[in-house]
């Protein structure tokens, strides 16, 4: 009973983590048209900028805001400087992004280090709580509450706000909306900040759980593209059901086919894939 709690706990805790991760690919996918193969790369990045801030003395939170505004803002001048050069040419945004990860990555080994770094949990979620008489770490819970609160508020942002409006607009149909004079670059720059900043939170929040290492990138990336194939591109509900999904998977498959749990969560990819090609909540592309 306790190794089923603490496991349920961690992969539901993981899933939300996934979720953080793949939700800003998913967005920016669905308004840039952009798979942006850096954003392992961004989620580590926010990690190691935590990380520095707590090493540094300063809080935790402080660690992940910094992270958070750091990434959005290294958002912005990817788009504007890098991206808008080959807006429109698919395969030269993909090779741009992956050459992004390089960096980004070679960055982190200069400044960081290649070792294997990890972070504490802030008070008072360092040790265990009480759950119907077992005992399971508090941090879990933690990533759980975030995953769940920034999962409501982008379905707040996407259906009850201005914002969102033209934000699904752009997604459904970009050139319409440029027609109508929806400002459809600005909203996709701001997208993209949006996403790689919550990639940079995921990071920033995630360390306590998963350690860093600069080779966690691909990783990452990996994961992300899993998660937003099962849930369906651009669709933020198929990334949230998707990643509990995966997260499931992951965290139990360790415990008890270890040496099968990847096979077995690419083997959940075919499957959706096989009977549902556009994800389990996304939409086909009109012919």
């Given amino acids: 009973m306790q190794l089923i709690a603490f496991q349920l706990v961690n992969s539901v805790a993981y899933g939300m983590l996934l979720f953080l991760l793949s939700a800003g690919f998913s967005l920016i996918f669905g308004v840039a048209r952009v798979a942006n193969l850096a954003h392992g790369a961004f989620y580590v990045l926010g990690g190691y900028l935590g990380l520095s801030v707590t090493r540094a003395g300063g809080p935790f939170w402080l660690g992940v805001l910094a992270a958070t505004a750091s990434g959005a803002a290294l958002g912005v001048l990817a788009e504007r400087?890098?991206?808008a050069r080959v807006?429109?040419?698919?395969l030269r945004q993909v090779l741009l992004t992956l050459g992004l990860t390089f960096v980004v990555s070679d960055v982190i080994r200069q400044v960081w280090g290649t070792d294997i770094q990890s972070v504490s949990p802030?008070?008072?979620f360092?040790?265990?709580?009480?759950?119907?008489?077992?005992l399971v770490p508090a941090y879990?819970?933690?990533?759980?509450?975030?995953?769940?609160?920034?999962?409501?508020?982008?379905?707040?942002?996407?259906?009850?706000?201005r914002a969102g409006a033209?934000?699904?607009?752009?997604?459904?149909d970009p050139v319409m909306s440029g027609t109508l004079g929806l400002p459809v670059r600005r909203v996709s720059r701001l997208t993209f900040a949006a996403g790689l900043g919550l990639?940079?939170?995921?990071?920033?929040v995630g360390s306590p759980q998963l350690a860093l290492t600069p080779t966690l990138d691909s990783t990452m990336t990996l994961l992300a593209l899993t998660v937003v194939v099962i849930g369906g591109l651009g669709s933020v509900e198929g990334a949230f059901v998707a990643a509990l999904l995966v997260g499931l998977v992951s965290g139990f498959g360790a415990v008890y086919f270890p040496a099968l749990v990847q096979i077995a969560m690419f083997a959940l990819m075919v499957l959706v894939l096989a009977l549902r090609p556009q994800g389990l909540l996304g939409r086909l592309e009109p012919a």
Avoid at 141 to 160: D, E, N, Q
Avoid at 166 to 172: C, E, K, L
């Fill in 87 to 90: 807006q429109g040419q698919p």
């Fill in 166 to 172: 033209m934000i699904r607009a752009v997604t459904a």
């Fill in 140 to 161: 879990p819970f933690v990533l759980i509450g975030l995953g769940v609160a920034v999962f409501v508020t982008m379905l707040a942002v996407l259906r009850r706000t």
């Fill in 199 to 204: 990639a940079a939170f995921g990071g920033a």
């Fill in 126 to 134: 360092e040790g265990p709580v009480a759950l119907g008489g077992v």
């Fill in 122 to 124: 802030p008070a008072p």
């Fill in 81 to 83: 400087l890098l991206l």
